[in-house]
């Protein structure tokens, strides 16, 4: 999605609202089921204080990791464009 020397059009801009959406609303996903996969326990199972703390570390920095990682890798895969509907070839009369 590129654009040399022009404005981006509005039909542009929306697709990349939405991805932008996309990639926060599933990133908070998947950090808040790991993160009640790796603390959850803790709270579940009455873990004592030191415990329960170390895993809640543990579970805020692991979400931290797969928010921005997942967040990334939507907007770089995004930002790649389209890909040709025939892999490997590039000329169309081919």
Do not use: H
Not at 12 to 33: K, N, Q
Not at 64 to 71: A, E, P, S
């Amino acid at each position: 999605m590129e654009t040399y020397g022009g404005r981006r059009t509005q039909g542009e801009r929306d697709a990349m609202t939405v991805e932008i959406g996309y990639a926060l609303c599933s990133a908070a996903f998947a950090a808040a089921v790991l993160f009640g996969a790796v603390a959850g326990p803790a709270y579940l199972f009455g873990l004592p204080a030191g415990a329960r703390g170390a895993l809640v570390a543990v579970g805020v920095v692991l979400a931290v990791v797969v928010f921005l990682v997942r967040v990334v890798s939507v907007l770089v895969r995004f930002g790649r464009g389209r890909q040709p509907s025939q892999p490997g070839r590039t000329n169309p009369d081919s």
